[in-house]
């Protein structure tokens, strides 16, 4: 994707994240202005850890289960064992599932009936 306007790139509170070196490449690479989140409130304010991260783990966690009896013995078999599992496991999580993540994330105007 290719973004020909300023935004705003909301961080959780992770140390590299929020350095000045980390804004300064930030800054330098994608003109984006780094808003970093309160901290412990990535839970409720990003997407992702709203309504995908647990399904997708949960469905990992399953995937590893499934292959437990691996054949993979170096760590490079390992490593591509892993790759694989996790492929497998965000195929599980649909669109609707992400796009259901972002509208329960994203704060709303209070409706007030009059």
């Known amino acids: 994707y290719e973004i020909d306007a300023p935004f705003v790139l909301l961080l959780d509170n ?15 690479e994608t003109s984006a202005i780094e808003c970093p989140v309160p901290s412990n409130s990535t839970s409720v304010s990003q997407p992702l850890d709203v309504g995908v991260m647990g399904p997708l783990k949960k469905k990992l966690s399953a995937e590893w289960l499934r292959d437990k009896v691996s054949t993979a013995r170096t760590a490079k078999e390992k490593r591509i064992a892993v790759v694989i599992r996790t ?19 994203i704060p709303k105007k209070p409706v007030v009936m009059v």
């Not at 000045?20 to 800054?27: H, K, L, M, R, S």
């Not at 497998?88 to 329960?104: G, L, M």
């Open 87 to 105: 492929i497998r496991a965000w195929e599980y999580i649909s669109t609707e599932c992400v796009i259901k993540s972002f509208e329960k994330a």
């Open 14 to 28: 992770f140390d590299s994240h929020v350095s000045e070196a980390g804004q300064n490449i930030v800054a330098e």
